[in-house]
């Protein structure tokens, strides 16, 4: 089956396909400008509203970025300041825009080691939005793919414990389950910007089966035309997920 006839459904009730973005080279994009980096992230921040804004209108039901890793807390103090700020002005300006367009705001990570306050408005909003069916649109941030697994690891252990599940029911579904994404589709396309070409620890179980395109656009300048672009060339792939097709 080609890529452009893929459509999904899920109980969030909504359709089209996953796209996941590993949004590199905001702080090169600033540096090579002679500024400070926390500009380009500011800069990449608006590209984000930018491409939701598009996703619709190219067929994309969900999407996925990578914000903030569980490693990114070894960049200086300054720069995690400065990026926790920006999440929690992107929240705060973008919470009316997406209610109204639609847009179900969910948010994957490991929450413990984020400040209370930036905790409570990643809450609110997605319990704004809950109901929301035109676009998912997750931001991983803390969010780390070992971190995942070894979470939903300690959550099914928890489970066998407490009698909930026994060892011999633990499949690959009943890890899926446990998941920060439980319930949604694995992404189609992961598009990494800035020309490396390292997938970084995100969605390693997700992205299993996943296509990748890499390209030298720093995100900052990553536009809704690099991705109808980047999806024109998705929809003439043939996606095999392991098998060999005949006809």
Not at 69 to 81: A, F, G, L, P
Not at 224 to 245: P, S
Request: a neutral charge.
């Amino acid at each position: 089956m080609a890529a452009n006839d893929a459509t999904t459904e899920t109980a969030s009730g909504a359709t089209g396909l996953h796209v996941a973005f590993i949004m590199d080279g905001n702080g090169r994009w600033a540096t090579k400008r002679g500024w400070p980096r926390l500009v380009g992230h500011r800069k990449g921040a608006e590209r984000v509203r930018e491409i939701v804004r598009a996703c619709p209108g190219l067929g994309i039901g969900w999407i996925t970025v990578y914000a903030f890793s569980t490693e990114n807390w070894k960049r200086s103090t300054e720069e995690v300041i400065g990026l926790m700020s920006i999440f929690a002005r992107y929240i705060r300006r973008e919470a009316d825009e997406l209610s109204a367009s639609g847009v179900q705001l969910r948010f994957i990570g490991d929450r413990s080691r984020l400040d209370p306050k930036l905790q409570e408005l990643m809450t609110a909003i997605e319990l704004r939005t809950a109901g929301n069916t035109r676009l998912v649109f997750n931001v991983a941030i803390n969010y780390g793919g070992r971190d995942e697994l070894a979470r939903a690891a300690k959550v099914l252990a928890a489970d066998v414990l407490a009698g909930r599940i026994a060892v011999d029911e633990i499949d690959q579904a009943a890890l899926e389950a446990r998941l920060d994404t439980a319930g949604q589709p694995d992404p189609d396309l992961v598009i990494r910007t800035s020309g490396e070409t390292r997938t970084s620890n995100f969605l390693p179980w997700q992205a299993a089966y996943a296509e990748y395109e890499f390209t030298p656009t720093l995100w900052p300048d990553f536009s809704a035309e690099h991705l109808a672009e980047i999806l024109g060339r998705f929809g003439l792939r043939e996606r095999r997920f392991g098998a060999v097709l005949t006809g």
